[in-house]
């Protein structure tokens, strides 16, 4: 008698006809991936308003006096911030991961969606880490020329506001497979989400607009440089973290319903 054993590992079922593509593995680090970059933004959230006290952010028309003065007042708050800026302000980069992954999963082939939005995220965390480490430089030494210090604090408010140079290709990416007809199942970018994508790299375009102004809509602690950013980044994040979770919790649901359990054939 001639005993064969066939067994497929369910943690690496990857059926070509189940629409995931991916392991349940990686959709477990998936998991976590979003998880980390929940935990970081709301720390880094935290600490740029109570410890930095940029939200509301000092006005763009501060004399050099009044910027000098803001940091020596805050001199140890600030460098705290820093130090846990340095922890958590990477953030972004986890979930580009989970992102990239996701748009693989729908694009095959050749991933060059995927691949602009990873490296798209990878990109534009660096420009959410500077900030806090110029205004940590800036609160680090208070008996410096206030020059300087004012110097360093513009720094990092103009990265902030200004640098939107990489985000556009991972919102551009995410609007392309929002509007696509979907070609498996349980996709986290619906057509709605595409439109409110496209709204929000509209809206974050503006920011450049700062180096122009100090005063207004414009101006780095303006309308719609500042507050109108920050509500659509904050809302835009809470709702791709959202479609993330669903989708992922119906692509594992499909995963376990189509594991195939270990076969023992048996042939005389």
Known sequence: ????????????NQRPGNGSGVSTLSKRAQRILIWWAVTLLLIYALNLGLLFNMIPPPRATLSIEQISDWYAHRHTRIRLGAVIASWTSAFLLPLSVVI???LGRLEGGRRVWSIAAGASGVMSSIFMVLPPIFWGVAAYTPSRDPQATALMH??????????VQYFIFM?????VFCLRTPTMPHSPFPRWFGYFTAWVAVMFEAGPIAFLTRTGPFAWDGLLV??????????WFSVMVFLLFNAIKHQEDDDEATTTPPILAATA
């Open 1 to 12: 008698m001639d005993t064969e054993l066939r067994h497929v590992a369910p943690h690496f």
């Open 100 to 102: 990239a992954v996701q």
């Open 154 to 163: 513009e720094l990092g408010m103009l990265t902030l506001a200004t640098t």
């Open 171 to 175: 919102f551009v990416a995410v609007v």
């Open 226 to 235: 500042f507050w109108a950013p920050l509500a659509l980044i904050v809302t």
